[in-house]
């Protein structure tokens, strides 16, 4: 691992983290949950807050694509996503949804204040972010797209939103 660069465990857990953290909103699929793990992992975010109906670990589906990163990020499980981001909203982050709506600012047009923690929120496969946790958001980001079916699945979607802010939030100013 030393020779890749990687961190163990221990040296993840005291590595200094980007202040941004995922917010899941009732999201259905395991796998999914597991990616979302490995890419707070890969970018070192604070924290995942699973809410809702989002399964949690541990899970052999859930392991099989955080390939142990659910024993590195700090995670936590909330029932209601609205009472987790009026939290987060309240001790200072910066709320952005992931979301197709109108009105929404697409990704790479999105331009944050510097060095201000970040609460990215994802939504369900089918049904989104629901309507009362966009309501609190002060960003509503759309990643671009240009095929024929105009949506990605939610965990590489995540990890498109989260390098786009990592890269100019943080690395910009390191």
């Known amino acids: 691992m030393e020779q890749l660069g990687r961190k163990s465990v221990t040296d993840f857990k005291a590595a200094p983290k980007h202040k941004m953290v995922l917010v899941v909103d009732n999201v259905r699929s395991m796998h999914n949950v597991g990616s979302f793990f490995r890419t707070a ?9 699973l809410c809702g109906f989002t399964p949690v670990p541990p899970h052999r589906d859930i392991q099989k694509t955080a390939l142990g990163a659910t024993e590195t990020v700090t995670w936590h499980h909330a029932a209601n996503t609205v009472e987790v981001v009026q939290q987060l909203r ?85």
């Not at 992992?41 to 807050?49: C, P, Q």
């Open 90 to 174: 309240q001790n200072g982050y910066t709320l952005v949804a992931l979301e197709q709506v109108k009105d929404s600012t697409l990704l790479n047009q999105l331009h944050l204040p510097a060095a201000q923690p970040i609460a990215l929120i994802v939504g369900n496969e089918v049904d989104g972010v629901q309507q009362a946790v966009l309501e609190l958001c002060q960003v509503v980001a759309e990643i671009p797209q240009f095929g024929s079916k105009h949506s990605l699945n939610v965990s590489v979607a995540a990890g498109i939103a989260i390098w786009h802010i990592v890269q100019q939030q943080f690395l910009a100013h390191e």
């Open 41 to 49: 992992d890969s970018f070192l975010l604070e924290a995942i807050y």
